[in-house]
C-alpha cells in the first residue's frame, strides 16, 4: 500500500440459537495463525470491495454459505496501524454438515460455547482474541450502545453504604425537583438522613452494575413515601414501580400510604403526578412542604 492508505479487514462471527460460535481450524500451512482455531471467518476486503460485499465474499469463499449483509452495519470496528477491522455478528442455525470448507484455508469447522471457547484460548490452540468472551454477549442488531445492555442488569434492592455515593450523584441530578434541596446545608441534611435510612432498611435503590439508577426513601412509622426519583436516562424502564412494590413489602397494607408531590399546573410534577396515578393513588389534601405549594396522594389501605 503507498503511504496514507489504508487496509480493510472483516471478520463474521456467527452464531447459533444456543448461542453458540461457529469457529473454524486455520490449515497448518496456511499463512497467519496456522493451524490455530478462529472466529466463523476472517478475512481482507479487495479494491472495489465495501466492508459488508467483503464479508459476505469470505464467507462464500471459505464456508460455502451464502449471507446477505446489504443492510447490516459491523457491530463493531477494531483500529489498527495502517487500516480497520470490521466484526459483523450474525445469528443464524447452519448445518456444519452442509457448508462446503475451502480446503486451502479452512481444515475444519465446530460449534462452541463459551467455556469451551475460553477453554482453548487458554490452552493455546485459539487465536487470542481479548474480547473473545464479550463476543458472546453480543447480538447481531445494534440493540445496544458502547455502554452495554442498560435494561437487562438492572436490579432492585435495599440499599447499603457502598451505594451512597452513586446515590448522592443521582440526588445532585434531580434536586432541582426536591423542594429543600436547593442548597448545601439542605444537601447535607439529606445526606444524614440516607445514612440513617440506610441502617434501618429505609431506603431503597436500583442499581445497574454499581451505579444507582432509581432512589426511594420511605417512612414505616408514618406510612409514608419521602423521597422517590429515576436517573432520567433510565426513565420508562419500569424501575419507579418496582421500587414501589419492595416498598409495600415493608409497610403497613392496612393503613393508607402517602406521598407528597406537586400540585397540578406544576409543571415539575406532570410526570410524577401521572405515575402516582397510574400505581394507584388518588389525589388527597393540598399541602405545603419546605415553603413549597404541593399535594398529598394517597394509596388506599387494603
Not at 462464500?60 to 446477505?68: A, F, H, P, R, T
Not at 445494534?142 to 435494561?151: I, K, L, P, S, T
Request: charged share 25%.
Amino acid at each position: 500500500m503507498e503511504k496514507g492508505e489504508y487496509h480493510l479487514v472483516v471478520h463474521v462471527c456467527i452464531f447459533n440459537s444456543k448461542n453458540q460460535l461457529l469457529i473454524q481450524q486455520r490449515q497448518p500451512f496456511k499463512k497467519g495463525w496456522p493451524n490455530m482455531w478462529d472466529v466463523s471467518v476472517g478475512g481482507s476486503a479487495v479494491a472495489g470491495d465495501d466492508s459488508g460485499q467483503a464479508a459476505e465474499r469470505e464467507v462464500l469463499e471459505e464456508l460455502g454459505l451464502k449471507l446477505d449483509l446489504s443492510e447490516k452495519r459491523p457491530s463493531f470496528t477494531m483500529n489498527f496501524s495502517d487500516g480497520f477491522d470490521d466484526y459483523y455478528i450474525v445469528k443464524k442455525d447452519i448445518d456444519i454438515g452442509n457448508l462446503h470448507l475451502q480446503n486451502a484455508e479452512v481444515k475444519q469447522v465446530k460449534w462452541v460455547g463459551r467455556e469451551e471457547a475460553l477453554r482453548m484460548q487458554n490452552a493455546g490452540i485459539m487465536v487470542p482474541y481479548w474480547f473473545l468472551d464479550k463476543l458472546f454477549d453480543l447480538g447481531d442488531i445494534h440493540e445496544f450502545d458502547a455502554h452495554g445492555n442498560r435494561e437487562g442488569g438492572l436490579t432492585v434492592g435495599f440499599a447499603s453504604f457502598e451505594n451512597v455515593e452513586s446515590w448522592m450523584s443521582l440526588v445532585e441530578i434531580v434536586r432541582d425537583n426536591f423542594p429543600g434541596l436547593e442548597t448545601n446545608e439542605g444537601i447535607e441534611e439529606y445526606y444524614q438522613t440516607l445514612i440513617k435510612n440506610i441502617k434501618e432498611e429505609r431506603a431503597i435503590c436500583t442499581l445497574d452494575g454499581n451505579m444507582v439508577t432509581g432512589i426511594l426513601l420511605f417512612s414505616v412509622k408514618h406510612n409514608m413515601i419521602g423521597c422517590l426519583a429515576v436517573h432520567p436516562e433510565y426513565r420508562r424502564k419500569n424501575i419507579a414501580s418496582r421500587m414501589i412494590e419492595l416498598m409495600l413489602t415493608k409497610l403497613d397494607s392496612n393503613r393508607d400510604i402517602s406521598v407528597e408531590t406537586f400540585r397540578e399546573g406544576d409543571e415539575k410534577g406532570i410526570a410524577s403526578r401521572a405515575f402516582y396515578i397510574y400505581m394507584g393513588f388518588v389525589p388527597g389534601e393540598l399541602t405545603v412542604s419546605l415553603n413549597y405549594p404541593t399535594q398529598r396522594f394517597i394509596l388506599k389501605s387494603k
